[in-house]
T-cell receptor
Framework: GAVVSQHPSRVICKSGTSVKIECRSL??????MFWYRQFPKQSLMLMAT?????????EQGVEKDKFLINHASLTLSTLTVTSAHPEDSSFYIC??????????????FGEGSWLTVV | QKEVEQDPGPLSVPEGAIVSLNCTYS??????FMWYRQYSRKGPELLMY????GNKEDGRFTAQVDKSSKYISLFIRDSQPSDSATYLC???????????FGTGTRLKVLA
């Protein structure tokens, strides 16, 4: 099946610094990638949709300048949390879909990245 | 009202039991319905997906969609301790990959 890799899996950073999380599709070209955020015991909340070569589309309430998304290639999207604060501490998950039809209208998720801002 | 509602549990069952996990949704435009399993501190893993109404079976798992009542279910037969995880339902409309997730139900299968 499709594989989506996320890095780093865990990161701790100081308040005010920026953190970059990478999302890679390992065996397919991902025309669209999605970034989610999940707080403990809560559902996945879509933050933004990222299409290769174009600007990301952000969901309502998500700060574009704080959560910078770049999808420069068909296999890589990055999420940069700028000037991170403790309230940004969360589990960030990416997912990806490609041109090939795997098994219907589905996307595949990365392993997630735990961000702790101290 | 959330677009996809799911009882967060936790749900505890003995090993070998049949587990029934359920979600309701409000958007009648939803056409695709997915079930994901998420172990603690891991990304979601796709278990099943169905299109429109009907049943789909895969091994010990059966997904069921009733569009008339906007109700989706996942049944797990012969449950195992390794099935202990959070199960998330998700739905999306045709032509889009913008998934709307339920909050997830925590399942614990006791040995």
């Amino acid at each position: 099946g499709a594989v989506v890799s996320q890095h780093p899996s865990r990161v701790i950073c100081k308040s005010g610094t920026s953190v970059k999380i990478e999302c890679r599709s390992l065996d397919f070209q991902a025309t669209t990638m999605f970034w989610y955020r999940q707080f403990p015991k809560q559902s996945l909340m879509l933050m933004a949709t990222s299409n290769e070569g174009s600007k990301a589309t952000y969901e309502q309430g998500v700060e574009k300048d704080k959560f910078l998304i770049n999808h420069a290639s068909l296999t890589l999207s990055t999420l940069t949390v700028t000037s991170a604060h403790p309230e940004d501490s969360s589990f960030y998950i990416c997912s990806a879909r490609g041109n090939r039809v795997f098994s219907g209208n589905t996307i595949y998720f990365g392993e997630g990245s735990w961000l702790t801002v101290v | 009202q959330k677009e996809v509602e799911q009882d967060p549990g936790p749900l505890s069952v003995p090993e070998g039991a049949i587990v029934s996990l359920n979600c309701t949704y409000s958007n009648s435009a939803f056409q695709y319905f997915m079930w994901y399993r998420q172990y603690s501190r891991k990304g979601p893993e796709l278990l099943m997906y169905t299109y429109s109404s009907g049943n789909k079976e895969d091994g010990r798992f059966t997904a069921q969609v009733d569009k008339s009542s906007k109700y989706i279910s996942l049944f797990i037969r012969d449950s195992q301790p390794s099935d202990s995880a959070t199960y998330l339902c998700a739905a999306t409309t045709s032509g889009t990959y913008k998934y709307i997730f339920g909050t997830g139900t925590r399942l614990k299968v006791l040995a």
